[in-house]
Structure formats: structure tokens, C-alpha cells
């Protein structure tokens, strides 16, 4: 298919809705205030009226309520949603994933292509995007005058439209705003197709794409117009390989809003869990109020204040340590006074805590994980034990990564044959996401201990328990050492002397 045609809608209608939602999405991961108050001053129904209220008769909510003119904004955020986000890229990517080809030399290589390209920080940030706005696109390409090699990025979903079909990933179009001018912007468009990637520059307004400019006339993609094919279409660029050289991997299906959308959902798309985000900062704003008013305030009479002039007003000393005797008798109680209220610090402790638990779980994850549980957690099976959720909703989003990651890897490899950088055999990986608690070294000795105890396990075994990652060849010779010292493997008395 080709892009799009002049003066279409932007973005297309049909993923419109999901990217206004995904904005909203978007302000509770920056954790930026103005996003927020922008964002939610774009909901039809929020009118800053002045009142208390909105149009309907219901309180603002916190970030629904129109900022006061002339008045510091001391609304406070907390970073929940963002520390969700990267607890979910640091549960599926606090290791590195294990990618394994049957042939060596292929192996070495795409080591030497995720080593050079820094993949595991091109994961995390994925991932952690993916969780925040429903799901990122990975994407290879190359730059020779970069690297010799392919170069792997990943880019967010709110520039991503993919077309699935039947499950698989048919076509992806990436797309960015290169230039907001007015009511003028500039788009570049990226349309990853099998065997071809197609880009164009439209110039139009922020609903509509407008017509397309050569992409010679900006600086950002003028870098593209030099590569283009010059036999083909003049908006090509061959990759001569069959394979997409995009995949779009979704944070989580389905999506709750927007069930027939390819996008995937967010960990928080939910406005239930929205309204506990908004509750929290609500929380954590009246716990700050209380700490400014109960800063401890004098409240003094008119004897020990001193004039400053006419039309001056008046002030007072606190450092002053003799006063002028004031005329007030004994029992007046004219003097100075001290005003400070009580912090309700449990009240609010308590209501942060609950908040902040309720919310990570309805998000998918464990208390635990987050440091609100009851207890501490000390051996690696009581950290599984306590994180159990935490720990299936990392093993539901890994099996959204395995084929898009196992697509991407295999397409880097064809691309880095077919553009000459290596001659090794391509093939498609296997992927194994690692493990994210590592098991108490001592848990493990005493578990290795029993089992021999019991000879339930040979040494050999105990071997493969200790180094999972270990080939046959080494696990044998390491079980040959440990019997040969431990005096377990003797040679054969028959053949001694024997030539």
C-alpha cells in the first residue's frame, strides 16, 4: 500500500480516539504538572467556570481544577505511575534475555551487533514506554557512515499505526512531527513494508496531514532523499530482504477501551486506576498543606509591633531580646501567642499507603514489589512467594515480546547479510527471558546438600542444577574433577600396567 494521500484526517479516525486517550497516559508517566492540567483541561468537561464545581455539579478533581490566577499552584504529583512503568521493563529486563542460534559463528555475531548497539538499554526503554502507552515498535535499520553493522531502536506507540492481520504484524507506519510553526506541521511518515520502507514529508495543520513537500526541504530528512532507490518509486527504499524491518510489540491484550485495537493497552488505561493516581496526589497535596500550616506562627498585639513610617506598616522583631515595657495590666494576657496546628501524619500516611497498594495491584503487580507489603521478604522462594503476581504478569508480557523480538533479531540478520556486513547463516533465534529474582546462593548449597543426603541427585545433576547454562561437554568434565578429588572415580585395576 502506499502513504497516504494528500489533505487526509491526522491522525487516521481509526486510531484517533485510542492516541487522545494515550495522551492522558502519557501526562501520568512525565509526571509534569502542566501536562496534566493541559490534559485534562482538554476534556469536554472541564470548563474553568470559576467554581468549585464543574457544569454538572461534581467537585473538580484534583488536576480537573482550574489553576487561580495570580496564586502558586502547590497541587503536588506523586511519580507512582512512572515507578510502575519502570518496575515492569526492570522485571522483564533486569537481565538480559537470552538469544541462542544453533550456529556458532551466527551466535558471535549477533552478540557482537547487541554488544556494539547497547540492546538490553534499547529493551529497557522499551519496555518501560510500552507499559505507560500500550506497546512500542522495535525497529532495524542502517547508517554506514555509523556503523557496520545493523542498528536496532525502538520507538514509541503514540507514533506508531501497525496493520495485523490474523496476529501477525502485516505493515507498521511511523510517524513524527519534524516541525510545529503556528498552525503549521510538518510530518515525516515511515511506512515499513516487507521488502521496502517508504517515507514522505506532508506539510499541513495539527488535524490534517496536508500535501507532500520534497523530503529535501528539511533538515531531518533530507538525509533520506539521498538514499532513495533511484530506479523505483521516488519514495522507496529497497532493504532486499522479505522480513519487516519493524515489529510492533504490545504492552498487554486486550485493549479494555478499544477492543479491536492493535495498540495494545497500558498499565493504567483503566480510569479507575486513574481516579486512584488523582487521590493519591490529592493525598499527598493535603499532607503538604498541613506541614505549611503547621509551621509555628506568633501572633502578636499592638505593643510589639513597630511602625515602619507612615504608609510603611508595621513589623515585628522575633530576634529582639528586651522589650519596652507595654502599658497592659498582669492578667490581660496581652503578650505574645503561639499558633501551630497538628500534622495528621498517620491519617495521611495510612491513606498514601492503601492508595499506592491498591493501585499496583490493579495495575497488575504485588505490593511487594513496590516496598508496601507487610514483611520482608529474605530468600529468593519467599520473594517469588510474595511477588507471585508481579511475577505472572511479567511471564503474560513476555509472551507478547518473544515473537516480535525473535522477528526483529532474524530480520536484523538478513539485513546485515544482504548490506554485506557479515556472511553468516541466517536463522531464527530462541528466546529465553531470564530469571528476575537470582536464587540465595546458600538456599541453593543447603538444597544441593539434602538432595545428596538423601541420594536423590547424582554429582553429575547437582552439576546442572548449580550452572543451568553450562553444554554437555563442560558439565561432564566438571562432574570428572569432582569426582576425581572427592576419590569417587578410581582408574579400573585391570588396566593397570597395560600398554
Known amino acids: ?70 496564586y502558586r499552584d502547590n497541587r503536588l504529583h506523586v511519580p507512582l505511575p512512572a515507578d510502575i512503568a519502570a518496575m515492569s521493563a526492570a522485571l ?34 522499551g519496555a518501560e514506554v510500552a507499559s505507560a502507552l500500550g506497546g512500542v515498535a522495535l525497529r532495524v535499520t542502517w547508517n554506514r557512515d555509523l556503523a557496520q553493522r545493523p542498528i536496532l531502536t525502538a520507538v514509541h506507540a503514540d507514533g506508531v499505526i501497525p496493520e495485523v492481520l490474523f496476529g501477525v504484524t502485516a505493515a507498521v507506519t511511523l510517524w513524527r512531527e519534524v516541525l510545529r510553526s503556528g498552525d503549521t506541521v510538518v510530518r515525516h511518515l515511515e511506512r515499513h513494508e516487507p521488502g521496502r520502507v517508504l517515507h514522505g514529508l506532508y506539510e499541513g495543520t495539527q488535524t490534517n496531514l496536508g500535501r507532500r513537500v520534497p523530503l529535501a526541504e528539511h533538515a531531518t530528512t533530507a538525509g533520506i532523499a539521498e538514499s ?34 492493535d495498540l495494545g493497552r497500558s498499565d493504567w488505561q483503566d480510569d479507575g486506576i486513574r481516579d486512584l493516581f488523582m487521590s493519591l496526589d490529592e493525598t499527598f497535596t493535603s499532607w503538604m498543606r498541613d506541614v505549611r500550616l503547621a509551621k509555628a506562627r506568633l501572633v502578636a498585639p499592638n505593643g510589639f509591633l513597630n511602625s515602619e513610617g507612615p504608609g ?25 501567642t503561639l499558633v501551630q ?29 513496590f516496598g508496601l507489603g507487610d514483611r520482608t521478604a529474605v530468600t529468593a522462594t519467599e ?67 539434602l538432595l545428596a543426603r538423601a541420594q536423590a541427585v547424582s554429582t553429575e545433576m547437582k552439576v546442572r542444577i548449580k550452572w543451568p547454562d553450562w553444554d554437555d561437554t563442560a558439565v561432564r568434565s566438571e562432574t570428572e574433577r569432582i569426582l576425581k578429588e572427592t576419590g569417587q572415580l578410581v582408574s579400573d585395576p585391570t588396566l593397570t600396567g597395560a600398554e
Not at 320 to 336: H, R, V
Request: glycine content about 8%; charged content about 30%.
Open 341 to 369: 496546628f497538628a500534622i495528621r501524619v498517620a491519617e495521611h500516611e495510612q491513606t498514601w499507603k492503601a492508595l499506592s497498594r491498591k493501585a499496583v495491584e490493579s495495575c497488575g503487580y504485588a505490593a511487594q514489589s
Open 92 to 125: 522483564l529486563f533486569s537481565e538480559p534475555p537470552k538469544v541462542t542460534f544453533k550456529s556458532t559463528a551466527t551466535q558471535d555475531r549477533w552478540n557482537e551487533i547487541a554488544d556494539a548497539g547497547g540492546l538490553n538499554n534499547i529493551l529497557r526503554e
Open 228 to 261: 532513495l532507490d533511484p530506479d523505483g518509486p521516488g519514495d522507496t527504499i529497497s532493504t532486499g530482504i522479505r522480513m519487516l524491518t519493524c515489529q510492533y510489540i504490545p504492552n498487554i491484550r486486550p485493549n479494555k477501551k478499544f477492543r479491536h485495537s
Open 1 to 70: 500500500m502506499p502513504l497516504p494521500e494528500n489533505n487526509e484526517p491526522w491522525p487516521p479516525p481509526q486510531v484517533a480516539p485510542q492516541l487522545t486517550d494515550m495522551a492522558i497516559d502519557d501526562a501520568w508517566y512525565s509526571g509534569d504538572k502542566t501536562k496534566l492540567r493541559e490534559v485534562y483541561a482538554r476534556d469536554g468537561r472541564i470548563k474553568p467556570n470559576g467554581r468549585e464545581r464543574d457544569d454538572r455539579g461534581r467537585p473538580w478533581r484534583i488536576w480537573e481544577r482550574p489553576r487561580r490566577v495570580g
Open 383 to 449: 520473594v517469588v512467594a510474595e511477588e507471585r503476581r508481579s511475577m505472572i504478569t511479567r511471564g503474560q508480557k513476555g509472551g507478547y515480546w518473544k515473537p516480535g523480538y525473535s522477528d526483529i533479531a532474524e530480520a536484523a540478520l538478513q539485513l546485515d547479510r544482504a548490506l554485506g556486513f557479515s556472511t553468516v547463516e541466517v536463522e531464527r533465534p530462541r528466546i529465553e527471558f531470564g530469571d528476575s529474582v537470582s536464587e540465595d546462593p546458600k538456599a541453593e548449597a543447603e538444597t544441593l546438600e
Open 312 to 336: 510603611e506598616g508595621v513589623s515585628f522583631d522575633d530576634d529582639k531580646e528586651i522589650w519596652t515595657p507595654i502599658n497592659a495590666s498582669p492578667t490581660s494576657g496581652e503578650g505574645l
